[in-house]
């Protein structure tokens, strides 16, 4: 294993700890902390888990993945980037006992194009699906955009979310199991039912509490958590299981599939919302569980992420080889030294060098990676050599998911976003229980069925 983690935060002077508490994230605005002089500090992770009462992942949990899965966690796991989770644990017991769950996460489409922060949680969400052999939704909250942007028409980011949707595509989902959906075109029927039941139970002082609304909000912006909170039911996408019928009102067995949601940990408001008030609803949903990511580190430094907006922070999926070689090679913050005597006396310092940490995220050999990062400490590395690594590693990285892009056709597209019963198998060799209930003979399914060996039992109750 590689020496601690190059996303791990450095260590915080007593100077500066009051500052470092300002960090602001939220799901518009992110922003890190500064110190007395002003400077920007590295987000502190930890203390947002500890703020907002989320579990840091630690190696126990990490091993018990691994010896359920038979797959070694991903790099991203075992370096950090995805840091905390909520009731992982408990969707681990579900995968050890054949019982069904689900994967959902989501896109907020605002440009055209993809950059390379935003292909972090798809990347690590087809590799979740890939392991545990799950269905998956997608969400494109287009019409948050527009609520949340000025700017931006719904036919704007309506027109975003299917270029994001191709991109996403390109990401490797496989078509069988993997629904991609527009709020703007899906939202009716049994999601609509499960939008207005859930807003039913939120008082405004609650929505105002997780997101800090006030009397000048738009109603459309204090209205959409409900529809993304709606998002983690099963019972809002009744079709993508087996013997679906339109008739019928919503499954209560569907009902207690839990969900298992991928995201930045900016998203977590949201699904406080739901885990506080899941078991109202007529027909009671688990809470859903969570696993949070890390912000992928601007071009420019610590506190910062890439951003749409801002096209010097970020390598973009649609970047030219040569755009990526000039971004970080002018852009990259380095943690070298002044002078080539000063690197090789002193060394570099590798939790501020971007282009270590974007060879952190992106080298599965962590032997190779402990050498780099040895070799840059001890100043046998230079700066210019470390950021050619990183050019050529991203350089590939990009070209293979452009090359993916090209075969993603409006024909393909429309294949993922069409509404459809969807094939999974699960854990091909669950812990067996000797009684079975009745819900679970109605989700169970085989080669072609529902796609998940067994079924939803009643969740336990757990805390809020």
Request: glycine share 6%; aromatic share 10%; proline share 6%.
């Amino acid at each position: 294993m590689a020496a601690p983690p190059p996303t791990e935060e450095l260590p915080v002077r007593e100077a500066e700890k009051k500052s470092s508490t300002e960090q602001e994230i939220n799901p518009w605005d992110v922003q890190a902390g500064q110190d007395e002089q002003g400077n920007t500090l590295q987000f502190d992770y930890v203390a947002i888990s500890q703020k907002w009462a989320t579990k840091l992942i630690d190696e126990v949990l990490l091993q018990r993945f691994e010896r359920l899965t038979g797959k070694k966690p991903h790099r991203w796991l075992r370096r950090g980037l995805f840091f905390s989770h909520r009731d992982f644990d408990k969707i681990l017991d579900r995968y050890e006992a054949g019982e069904p769950f689900f994967l959902y996460t989501g896109r907020g489409p605002s440009s055209d194009a993809l950059h390379l922060g935003h292909t972090i949680p798809f990347t690590f969400t087809k590799w979740l699906q890939d392991v545990f052999d799950v269905p998956l939704v997608i969400m494109l909250t287009d019409d948050e955009k527009a609520l949340f942007r000025d700017g931006l028409t719904f036919e704007d980011t309506h027109k975003f979310g299917l270029h994001n949707a191709k991109d996403i595509i390109a990401c490797g989902f496989d078509m069988k199991k993997t629904f991609i959906f527009s709020d703007l075109e899906f939202v009716s029927g049994h999601f609509l039912y499960n939008v207005w039941e859930f807003s039913k139970l939120l008082p405004f002082n609650q929505v105002r509490g997780a997101f800090g609304f006030d009397g000048s909000t738009n109603i459309g912006r204090i209205m959409f958590p409900a529809v993304q909170c709606a998002a983690s039911f099963a019972t809002s996408y009744p079709q993508l299981w087996p013997n679906y019928d339109p008739k019928a009102d919503r499954s209560k067995a569907i009902a207690k599939i839990p969900v298992l949601i991928p995201m930045a940990i900016d998203q977590d408001p949201y699904f406080r919302l739901v885990r506080d008030n899941s078991h109202r609803m007529r027909f009671p949903s688990p809470k859903p569980a969570l696993i949070h990511s890390k912000f992928l580190t601007a071009l420019q430094g610590a506190g910062g992420k890439m951003s749409a907006s801002d096209p010097n922070s970020a390598i973009f999926m649609t970047d030219t080889p040569n755009q990526i070689k000039n971004k970080i090679n002018k852009h990259a913050f380095s943690g070298g030294r002044e002078t080539l005597e000063e690197h090789q006396r002193l060394g570099g310092i590798p939790e501020v060098d971007v282009a270590f940490q974007y060879l952190s995220y992106f080298e599965d050999d962590d032997a190779k990676l402990l050498e780099i990062e040895t070799s840059y400490r001890k100043g046998t590395l230079m700066t210019g050599e470390l950021k050619k690594m990183a050019i050529a590693m991203l350089q590939e990285y990009v070209k293979e998911f452009q090359e993916r892009r090209k075969g993603v056709t409006d024909e393909v597209l429309k294949g993922y976003m069409t509404p459809r019963e969807l094939v999974w198998k699960g854990n091909p060799n669950p812990v067996k229980k000797e009684k079975k209930s009745k819900e679970t003979k109605e989700v169970k399914g085989g080669e072609k069925g529902v796609k998940g060996d067994a079924n939803p039992t009643e969740e336990k109750k757990v805390e809020s």
